[in-house]
């Protein structure tokens, strides 16, 4: 597993280089976003850990340059100081798939980048599990709490794309795209679909795995503030 680490700060870029190297990861770092996008392009990583505030290209721009000019797929965990929303969402806007505020301890970095690791490697599954939410997707089921749950085909196709992607928020242009290759009915049909989605998996239940962040997206997951 390679991992490239793309922070200005020598002290915090040191730590995690030795913190995941001593854990069998190959490390690369970089101290700018020039040098780190170069090396992003030229090499092949299993995760990008990519700071917020750099200089030459600040992080935020590296990845979307990352993700719309070079077409790389490759995971990004982005590390940011600022503890604020916006921060949050524009890394994610930018194709940023997971995020860690300053400071951090770095056995959570190392959990985290195991997570998007295993992203990568996992082969699709066709049974999801998220807290007492299971959908097996050959016998088109899915139970919560052991109690069956009837869903639609497009509920069911919402759901899994979402259980899919636990681990991080989803847009709603990208949850459209996944159900309805990008040609939704009406712009209110994700709207009503969630609302039966939630209707469905969480209105039974108390504690809900479905959460909007508002003007952005969704994400399930039994955490709700992580
Ligand atoms: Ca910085």
């Not at 959990?111 to 299971?134: F, H, I, M, N, Y």
């Amino acid at each position: 597993m390679r991992i490239l680490v793309i922070e200005d700060h020598q002290d915090i870029a040191a730590s995690i280089y030795d913190y995941l190297e001593e854990l069998g990861y190959v490390m690369d770092a970089a101290g700018d976003g020039v040098t780190g996008l170069h090396l992003a392009v030229a090499n092949n990583y299993d995760v990008i850990i990519l700071d917020l505030g750099l200089p030459g290209i600040d992080g935020i721009d590296l990845c979307r340059r990352l993700r719309q000019d070079a077409k790389s797929t490759t995971p990004v965990l982005m590390l940011t100081a600022r503890d604020s929303l916006e921060s949050k969402l524009a890394g994610f806007d930018s194709g940023a798939d997971d995020y860690l505020v300053k400071p951090f301890a770095l056995q959570e970095l190392a959990a985290r980048v195991k997570v998007l690791t295993e992203r990568v490697t996992r082969a699709p599954a066709s049974r999801l599990q998220v807290g007492d939410l299971t959908l097996d997707a050959e016998a088109h089921e899915v139970r919560r709490a052991g109690q069956r749950i009837e869903l639609n085909p497009t509920a069911f196709r919402l759901l899994t794309y979402l259980m899919q992607n636990t681990h991080r928020l989803v847009k709603r242009d990208e949850l459209e795209n996944a159900v309805w290759n990008d040609d939704p009915p009406d712009s209110d049909a994700l709207r009503t679909h969630l609302s039966n989605l939630r209707q469905a998996v969480d209105k039974p239940f108390a504690h809900p795995l479905l959460h909007t962040v508002r003007g952005f997206g969704y994400r399930l997951t039994e955490h709700a503030d992580d």
